[in-house]
């Protein structure tokens, strides 16, 4: 691809990237990836990559729109219909796939840079999404030889056998929360014998391409695994409205989630919906508190609170509450807030100005409804994206802050005094990705897990994935499950065929 440069090198000398990483960056225009190649946008248009611990531009990228997704989608149902991947013996599937977590776990160093450098993911985090996006590779590297169909019981005249299939091209469209874990989007419907074409968010548009170059490299023929770049309202819509696409896996707000499924609806497309949360962790009077104080603080620090399980109402028993707070405060108050890479950094940026404008505003809507700012409240410099943890306490949950999601280091504190009242409150909610209980009672963790409407919830720990387990949400969260076993379902169709006999 040729583009001019539009980039001075000491911007990226400012960065500490590995000797990888630094190569990687050092092209500096960055397109789509179709059929195996990197391509400027047919417009020709461009976005600039900004880097959030500075706010200063690093990268260009192409700005794709219906053109490009065409080219895209086009490249994915060739590779698609001439079974180039999809008829691969299931074994030598396999192989290619573990060769790619194989890839992902030499390219750690260049996956750590590129989260850093355009996501402001610090290094304990972006391990974290690194180690996600392999464990996910490897698990389905297992699945293409144990994915099979059944025979039913059938008529005595016929023979019956219901076929598993893959659907065709399918799409995934990601956030900029966690761009170095987008294998693990890709790897079921890969697993499966689909195509597909990433769309991650236009924020964090790099890490996908490297991905793409490395599933090449692995041995997954080219058109299978593409990259469309742009803006949502662009190349997003394009490829949701495409007939050629026949299922979207879309990882992002309610509101855009929203407009995806109508986008969808005349097609009837397939999709699966991760969407947002405002996940309650309840603590209990009988609760090892020191262990509840830790993961619950962290539970909502972490990556700057831009994690959808993020567990950012905490309801605490009223014969704790004050010395719980306490803890909360004491933990969070010493928080290194920093760049994403310095490595003792405890609290990175947030992405861009925008979200911080939004922590902002949700910080003064809970001052104005007679909430307690019991800790920070305030940005934090004047360059880059940073915010102070910031507790809340007396928080009644019908406030705005306690009901909608901020998606920034923002926690609600809310005290309860029954178990019931605290089931209450935390299912008096639209969202529904998940919840945590924090109790010593065997009985009593067993009752809420019963009683909480939630895609996950966790008892005596908090936000633990893994990708053999299910995840997802109910209610406004979505719909659909990624990881374990029944993702596969999301990703094949069944076939039912019938042969006369006799
Ligand atoms: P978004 O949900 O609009 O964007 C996520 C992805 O969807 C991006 O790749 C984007 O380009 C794409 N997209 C946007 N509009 C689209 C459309 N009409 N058709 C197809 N694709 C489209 O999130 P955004 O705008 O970055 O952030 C807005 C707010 O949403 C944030 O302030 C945050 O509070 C929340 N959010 C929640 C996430 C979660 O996982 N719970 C993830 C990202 C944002
Ligand atoms: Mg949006």
Request: one cysteine or more.
């Amino acid at each position: 691809m040729t583009m001019p440069a539009q980039h001075s090198a000491d911007e990226l000398d400012r960065l500490p990237l590995s000797p990888a990483g630094r190569r990687f960056l050092e092209r500096r225009v960055f397109g789509h990836f179709i059929d195996g190649a990197m391509v400027p946008s047919a417009s020709g248009e461009t976005l600039t990559v900004l880097e959030p611990s500075s706010g200063r531009p690093f990268a260009t990228v192409a700005a794709g729109d219906a053109e490009d997704v065409n080219r895209a989608v086009d490249a994915a149902q060739r590779a698609f219909d001439d079974g180039r991947w999809r008829n691969l013996d299931a074994q030598e599937k396999e192989r290619r796939l573990r060769r790619l977590s194989a890839l992902l776990d030499q390219n750690r160093p260049t996956l750590r840079d590129l989260d850093m450098a355009d996501g402001g993911v610090i290094r304990n985090f972006t391990d974290f999404f690194i180690q996600f996006g392999i464990d996910a590779v490897d698990y389905y590297a297992g699945w293409p030889t144990k994915l099979h169909g059944s025979t039913p019981a059938a008529p005595p005249d016929c023979v019956v056998m219901e076929v598993r299939e893959p659907i065709g091209v399918v799409a995934s469209i990601t956030p900029w929360n966690g761009p170095s874990a987008s294998a693990s989007g890709i790897a079921a419907a890969l697993a499966c014998g689909n195509s597909v074409i990433m769309k991650p968010a236009e924020q964090t548009p790099l890490t996908a391409l490297l991905v793409a170059e490395l599933c090449l490299e692995a041995g997954i023929p080219p058109g299978v695994v593409n990259v469309v770049q742009g803006v949502g309202e662009k190349a997003g819509a394009a490829l949701v409205e495409h007939p050629g696409v026949s299922a979207i896996n879309f990882t992002g707000s309610v509101e855009t989630g929203r407009r995806i499924q109508a986008a969808a609806a005349p097609r009837l497309k397939r999709l699966c919906m991760e969407l947002g949360g405002k996940s309650p962790q309840i603590v209990f009077n009988d609760a090892n508190l020191d262990e509840a104080a830790t993961v619950a603080a962290g539970a909502v620090w972490g990556h700057s609170g831009q994690v959808c399980t993020a567990g950012t109402r905490v309801l605490v028993e009223r014969g704790i509450h004050d010395e719980f707070v306490a803890e909360l405060v004491s933990r969070s108050r010493a928080l290194k807030i920093g760049t994403a890479f310095s490595p003792d950094t405890q609290m990175g940026p947030l992405i861009s100005s925008e979200q911080l404008d939004r922590v902002s505003a949700y910080v003064a809507i809970g001052k104005a409804e007679g909430a307690h700012v019991a800790l920070g409240g305030a940005r934090v410099g004047d360059g880059g994206y940073f915010h102070q943890p910031t507790i809340f306490t007396g928080v009644d949950n019908r406030m705005r802050i306690a009901r909608e999601e901020i998606f920034g280091p923002v926690m609600a504190v809310i005290p309860f005094d029954t178990e019931e009242e605290a089931i209450a409150i935390a299912n008096d909610s639209e969202f529904g990705l998940s919840a945590g209980v924090w109790t010593r009672d065997l009985s009593r963790g067993h009752r809420m897990t019963q009683a909480l409407r939630a895609g996950t919830v966790w008892v005596n720990t908090y936000q633990r994935v893994n990708a053999a387990v299910p995840y997802g949400g109910f209610k406004q969260s979505g719909y659909g499950r990624n990881l374990g076993a029944v993702s596969l379902d999301s990703y094949t169709q069944l076939k039912s065929v019938w042969m006369k006999i006799r």
